[in-house]
């Protein structure tokens, strides 16, 4: 996988007991094997897909144009 050069997104999520600022960086995806905790999905699976709230709202904004 590659990295970008800068961010290209911030993200802010807000838990309960702390707020959270990320910079999104893009990059390439890595190849990897799928296995019993590793797999790939379609991103309209997302609502299907045990994950955080946060991964999901950050998933989302690399999405977005």
Do not use: D, M, N
């Amino acid at each position: 996988a590659r990295l970008g050069r800068g961010p290209t997104k911030q993200i802010e999520h807000e838990l309960t007991h702390r707020r959270l600022r990320v910079e999104v960086f893009r990059a390439t995806a890595a190849r990897g094997e799928e296995t019993e905790t590793r797999r790939r999905f379609a991103s309209g699976a997302l609502e299907r897909v045990g994950i955080s709230t946060f991964t999901k709202k950050l998933l989302a904004s690399t999405l977005a144009p």
